[in-house]
């Protein structure tokens, strides 16, 4: 079993590389592959981007709604599971808008990808590349999104980063 980390900045690819990849081990399998989702609606625009990826992932997938509790769901899949977490940055915003421990939060994370038994593809953008963000919300999430990436890298079996539709394997 294994956990891969796939990081991309936005519209890289990398959740059409995870999808692709946990739909080939799933079809191998024999199973049912399942993208956990943690966006939530809150304007037209998302609710409209939400339904495009439904629409692109098509019937074959079971979806799971973990918008701010994502170990409870990691942890009710059975073993031998095929999963994609999409993503873990609005996974991040969600906790960081409801004044979460964030640290504990991401420590609670890491234990249940190592303890996940099954195929499991984590998606994240990667945001420390840009400009230094110009206020103190915003430097947060930058650097909470960097711990996070790095404390999942060390507990991953690979990670990916996804730029233009290209992979680079980096672990």
């Known amino acids: 079993m294994s956990v891969t980390l796939v990081l991309g900045g936005a519209r890289s690819g990398k959740s059409a590389f995870a999808q692709a990849a946990a739909e080939i081990v799933a079809k191998a399998r024999g199973a049912t592959p399942v993208m956990i989702v943690t966006a939530q609606a809150f304007d037209t625009e998302m609710e409209e981007r939400i339904a495009r990826h439904q629409v692109d992932r098509g019937d074959a997938w079971t ?45 609670r994370l890491v234990d249940a990808i190592v303890e996940f038994d ?26 909470e999104a960097g711990r996070l990436h790095q404390a999942l890298a060390r507990a991953a079996d690979a990670v990916h980063l996804v730029a233009a539709g290209l992979s680079l394997r980096m672990k």
């Open 118 to 143: 099954g195929e499991l593809w984590l998606v994240s953008n990667e945001v420390g590349w840009g400009v230094v963000p110009d206020n103190a919300l915003a430097r947060r999430f930058r650097d």
């Open 63 to 107: 979806t799971l709604e973990a918008p701010m509790d994502l170990v409870a769901a990691l942890r009710g899949l059975p073993p031998g599971a095929v999963a994609v977490v999409d993503c873990l940055t609005l996974w991040l915003t969600n906790l960081m808008l409801a004044e979460c421990d964030l640290s504990s939060a991401a420590t």
